[in-house]
């Protein structure tokens, strides 16, 4: 179910590890395969791209928001937060350390948005659970990730021409895909989140990246957190 700003479910307060690993198992028992996504290029919709940066000597993270008009790609709203960064750095279960900001600016949106693009990871991730699904659960949004680099997975040869892929697996298991953004550029590798099937999650991506081999959502975005930081 989508729930509305205000009424998304905060992240629980973890302090190690153990506690982590039992609330990442408890949320991702929550994920919901079913696709109600819209389609890409909708009128009307909203596509929120998410991203942080961080600040380790001072233990502070800024998270961005851009919300981007799906037909145009033009910007819509932009949101920052910042915040103390309140969980070690532990791979797997970074998405502590970076959903308490990222909500606080999703939820300073004056537009709710309908699909949510995170720089990261969705199913793609060693316990099924990365930050696109993390984000979804908690928002009731359908959302998918797009990360730079394939994490612990691997794939096979992606043909060169854009909209080329090849599954990413675990094992047997296809856990994403990678996909050819751009003719001769490396591939992204794209995850499902919540509520989206991995081929809308893949046609988003193409729709988002016109000229760039990142999405549109994640470069604008990427750009805010930074300068949100400098200030910081």
């Known amino acids: 179910m989508r729930r509305r700003p205000g009424h998304w479910e ?26 109600a996504a819209p389609p890409p290029g909708t009128s009307g919709t909203l596509i929120a791209g998410l991203d942080v940066a961080y600040d380790d000597a001072r233990d502070t993270v ?6 981007l008009a799906a037909d145009t790609l033009e910007t819509v709203e932009e949101r920052t937060a910042t915040g103390r960064v309140t969980f070690p750095y532990v ?11 990222l909500l ?3 939820e300073a949106l004056n537009h709710p948005p309908d699909l949510l693009v995170c720089d990261g990871y969705g199913l793609a ?10 984000l979804g659960v908690l928002t009731g949004l ?12 691997t794939h096979g040869p992606v043909g060169p ?8 697996l675990d ?7 990678a996909l050819r953004t751009r003719e001769g550029v490396r591939p992204v590798y794209v995850s499902v989140g919540h509520r989206t099937s991995l081929a809308t999650a893949c046609a988003h991506t193409l729709r988002l990246t016109p000229r760039f081999r990142l999405p549109e959502t994640t470069r604008r975005a990427d750009a805010l957190c930074r300068a949100a930081l400098r200030r910081a």
């Open 10 to 35: 905060r992240p629980a307060v973890v302090t190690g590890e153990a506690e982590a690993l039992a609330e990442q198992e408890r949320l991702r028992s929550q994920v919901d395969p079913r696709d």
């Open 62 to 67: 800024a998270a961005a928001v851009v919300l």
């Open 91 to 101: 791979p797997g279960l970074l998405a502590f350390r970076e959903i308490p900001a």
């Open 104 to 106: 606080d600016a999703l």
């Open 125 to 134: 991730h060693p316990r099924r659970f990365g930050l696109a699904s993390h």
């Open 142 to 153: 359908p959302a998918l990730g797009v990360a730079k680099n394939p994490f612990v997975f």
């Open 161 to 168: 021409l854009r909209g080329d892929s090849a599954p990413l």
């Open 171 to 177: 094992g047997a298991e296809e856990v994403g895909r």
